[in-house]
């Protein structure tokens, strides 16, 4: 027994050694006890002395919080600070903040890209069960259902004298900016409900992971002046093909954005095109190209030695050479490409750019902004607007973010790829690049967030996937980018 006792001292005096301080921002992916879950690889336990913290989405909430930490579950978002062992990757929590957003109440709007499955039961009293925002959606009578009219038929309901609020909302200025917060009729009929149809859903989350929605609205989508007028603004204002025998890069350049080398391979300006489309929702890609919401997709891979990607409202979809250096399949190179194409089929800019205008203007008139500096006027507020405005668009909001990547997995299951390829594609990020970090308003999260985002994702949401029946193309990703990796490890020689 002695010696036992000496092996045990021995142990947890080297134990402390190897552990430090760390703070870890994720999702939670496994629930092991209330008092062990696990964010991405690494597990966290914590005790009765650890400290709770609540993050409410609106801060001047102050109401109780009623959450126990026994509704810890997966897909918790949190920030838990504590002594990290790195030898078994285990955590012992001191603190644990947990960020409310969607964890008591879901709110949310995405554009639908399958019908809604619902039947009528009274008059706007609807029950079913659909897929839509890549969660499972509940609808019981209790749920209140409504259509809401988008501008142009609120004004063509005005013109035609039918609705006395309609007229009063609507107006016939031509004016694009107006916003109606009111709430749309009863809904009584599936008839125009469909894809490209916009759904904003509020509810909870119940125990098998399905929103059990208590307000659902439905609106159809329409392309508006300003977010056409977008679309123009960042056209391509010249475009020279490359000259793939004498393998001469192309020019392309986005009015702006800014201009860019088109790698002159052939075989992997096809291949990234081919994948675009097989990406693309049907709803979209089925819609006449005369219709004002239809998106004339292009994809270009160009040279630039990041991991990066981008996509333009209009359809204009940049992937970064650099991606195929940090890539290992066909499957991960879907993820990020489905996820670009969200972006735009999403409307993330113009849903962004609406969000956040009445929040610039409020900063420019108050002069709210110049405090960050100290108080200072004059150029320091205008650096200061400057800062923000950038933030803003350098990337989306952490919750268009995780829309696009939950659109990425539906549109890879779709095309028949291996959904567990998404998170890996962080993890390769980590491994190359560190575990990142984010900006005011960035987009970009660390990469454990983003990893563990997707990974609870699939434990949720895809739990009966068939993984035997999905494929990772490593063997095509290979063939069809052999030419452009031989093409650079060229020239970096």
Known sequence: MKRLALCLALLFAVLPATAKEKKLH??????????????????????????????????????????KAEDIRVGTELVVTGDLDE???ELRAKSIRVILEDARKINRT??????????????????????????????????????KPNKTERKALAKQGKTQKAAAKAGDDGDDDDDDNTPGDLLNSLQSIGPDTFITYEGVRLPDNTVL??????????????????WRSVGVARHTPPNFKKRKAGDLEIANVGKFKIVP?????????WLGQRLIPHHQKNMPKDKPGKIPFFFFVVEGKGANAF???????????????????????????????????QEHSWRQQNYHRKKLAAMRVAGTIASIFGGAGGAGAAAATALFEGAIRSGYSRSL?????????????????????????????????????????????NNTTRRSYLMAELRMNYPDANYKTLLTSKEQF??????????????KK
């Open 26 to 67: 994720g999702y939670v992916t496994e629930v092991h006890s209330p008092t062990s879950f696990q964010i991405d690889d690494v597990r966290i336990t914590r005790d009765s002395a650890t400290s709770f913290e609540f993050e409410k989405e609106d801060d001047s909430d102050k109401s109780p919080v009623d959450f």
């Open 87 to 89: 030898q078994t990757s």
């Open 110 to 147: 995405a554009l639908m890209i399958w019908s809604p499955e619902m039947s009528r039961i009274g008059n706007g009293i609807w029950e079913g069960k659909f897929f839509a925002d890549g969660q499972w959606i509940v609808v019981t009578e209790s749920t209140e259902v409504r259509f």
């Open 213 to 230: 929605a208590r307000k659902v609205e439905f609106m159809h989508n329409e392309l508006e002046k300003s977010e056409f007028n977008m």
């Open 265 to 273: 391979d052939e075989n992997v300006q096809k291949y990234i095109n």
């Open 311 to 345: 996509a333009l409202p209009n359809g204009i979809v940049v992937i970064y050479s650099g991606m195929f250096e940090l890539l290992e399949n066909e499957a991960q190179l879907a993820t990020v490409v489905g996820h670009e194409i969200a972006h735009a089929i």
């Open 401 to 445: 973010e995780n829309q696009a990547d939950r659109s990425a997995l539906e549109a890879m299951l779709a095309a028949g790829y291996d959904i567990r390829e998404a998170p890996r594609v962080w993890q390769l990020m980590s491994k190359a690049h560190g575990d990142g970090g984010t900006s005011f308003w960035s987009s970009h999260d």
């Open 478 to 491: 290979e063939k069809y980018t052999a030419g452009l990796r031989a093409l650079y490890a060229k020239k």
